[in-house]
């Protein structure tokens, strides 16, 4: 845990900014200590020094009278102690002049005493000669010392403030620290927390750094980054998920194909078996199969359904194959008015009735001879599987949603389809026990046919229940005149 604490970047920043904030403050403090009383010292003798020269300049323009005031003004305001001699500084042997100042010493006895009392002070003096105005023949000295203690008034003062000061640089060094903390760390921090969430490809977390310096640009750098990696890894992702699809579509398709080919064979072999059967009892003059007039017929019929499904296996394999149809304009009301034409027959002999309602202008771009097969898938499973009697309603007309216009064909018959066999009716080869019995000759393609055709051309269709009736829809994009 404590490997842990040390090894973070912010525990670091602020212990290293505490403590090189304390060791600068402690040495400011000593600094402090050993330099202020030299500093107030000097800057007292410099002080005092300049009023000194000001007082000569004075006492050279005054008179004798005056000028012992301005001497005792001057010791008074800088706390110094003033000998006036008789004489020439620059000579030997200056004596003491005796004079009406209350402040000024006077006299030897005076002068030892006063240097007796500051025997352990500091002391820095002057000198200087001068005349008063009255007395421009009679040359004086004036002398100053300045007395300061060792024991530094300045230097007591600071020894006592150094508990508070160090409380102030303890306190200082904790908010500069916590304020760098701050500043440098935490961003940093999150900088991190967001690259290993990056690492861990979670791109949702955002450094959203407002600063303006370096770490704002690092957390924008990385933000474009991460929003970067975040669409590329979608992309990859979408792109992942379509092949697995294409491949899951292809296996699809290889397995149908199999089962295709194999229902194919199968359906082959029911009419070959027979047709071989019927020519072998005709050659051999077996029984009935001797009458060829009677037989042949039978025979012609066999071999026009195997050319049926051959037909239809063929055009299966084409639309599977991926190749484009040759499209072009197609009247959807042409198309079916020459469906029920052609199926009219039909219909009468299964002794139904044909109800047509369309509306006009339902043009599409298809192929015309794949789109009339589809039809007629759905138009013969409404024949075959109706009751007689009953009445087929074939609807065209033009729907249009949000997104696109389809010319949609409507195709109801009575003749309700069990769930279970619903679901499957688009699968090639398909037979339910009541609506895909071979009683009507069918392959078992048509349906299975049909839908590959409209979907090849961009639509969709569709068989559901409607109560006891069966409803077949076909939806082709529709294209303006």
């Known amino acids: ?48 020094q300049s009023a000194f020269e000001e007082l000569i300049g004075k006492l050279e323009k005054t008179t004798t009278f005056y000028g012992v005031s301005l001497i005792d003004d001057f010791a008074r305001e800088n706390g110094a102690e003033v000998i006036l001699y008789k004489g020439d500084g620059f000579w030997d042997g200056l004596t003491i002049c005796p004079m009406h100042s209350k402040l000024a010493v006077d006299s030897n006895d005076k002068l030892e005493e006063m240097k007796e009392k500051h025997v352990d002070d500091y002391c820095y003096t002057d000198i200087r000669a001068f005349s008063f105005a009255d007395k421009k023949t009679t040359y004086y000295s004036l002398e100053y010392a300045l007395y300061v203690g060792r024991s530094n008034p300045v230097k007591t003062a600071v020894e006592k403030c150094i508990p508070l000061i160090l409380l102030i640089v303890l306190f200082v060094s904790l908010i500069c620290a916590c304020i760098y903390t701050f500043l440098f760390a935490r961003p940093v921090k999150k900088l991190s927390d967001v690259s290993r969430s990056m690492s861990k490809m979670d791109f949702s977390r955002k450094c959203s750094s407002g600063r303006k310096d370096e770490i704002g640009a690092l957390a924008n750098d990385l933000d474009e980054m991460s929003s970067k990696l ?28 199999d089962v295709f080919f194999a229902a194919a064979s199968h359906e082959l072999k029911t009419p070959v078996t027979v047709l071989e059967g019927q020519i072998r009892g005709m050659i051999e003059g077996v029984g009935p199969y001797a009458d060829h007039d009677a037989y042949l017929p039978r025979t012609l019929g066999t071999v026009k359904r195997m050319e049926s499904l051959i037909n239809e296996i063929l ?55 794949l789109t009339s097969m589809a039809i007629g898938a759905f138009l013969s499973n409404a024949a075959f599987y109706s009751e007689e009697g009953s009445i087929v309603y074939v609807d065209g007309e033009k729907r249009t949603d949000a997104s696109n216009a389809m010319v949609a064909v409507t195709i109801r018959n009575n003749g309700h389809i069990d769930e279970d066999d619903l679901v499957h009716l688009f699968e090639p080869f398909y037979r339910a026990d009541k609506s895909r019995s071979r009683r009507s000759g069918g392959s078992g393609l048509g349906l299975y046919l049909a839908k590959l055709i409209v979907e090849k051309q961009g639509g969709s269709c569709s068989l559901k229940n409607d109560g006891e009736d069966v409803v077949a829809t076909i939806h082709l994009p529709h294209v303006s005149e």
């Open 1 to 48: 845990m404590i490997s842990k604490i040390r090894s973070r970047l912010s525990v670091k920043v602020f212990l290293i900014t505490f403590f090189v904030q304390i060791v600068f403050g402690s040495l400011i403090i000593g600094l402090l200590y050993k330099a202020t009383p030299q500093s107030y010292s000097d800057a007292r003798k410099d002080e005092v």
């Open 315 to 369: 055009t299966v394999s084409r639309m599977q194959s991926g190749n484009e149809i040759a499209t072009t304009r197609v009247d959807m009301v042409q198309l079916l008015e020459e469906k029920m034409e052609e199926y009219e027959e039909l219909f009468q002999s299964r002794g139904l009735k044909m109800q047509l309602q369309f509306e006009q202008d339902l043009i599409f771009v298809g192929n015309r001879d």
């Open 230 to 257: 975040s669409d590329t890894f979608g992309k990859l992702e979408q792109r992942t998920s379509e092949l697995e699809e294409e491949i899951r579509r292809v296996n699809e398709l290889e397995a149908q194909k």
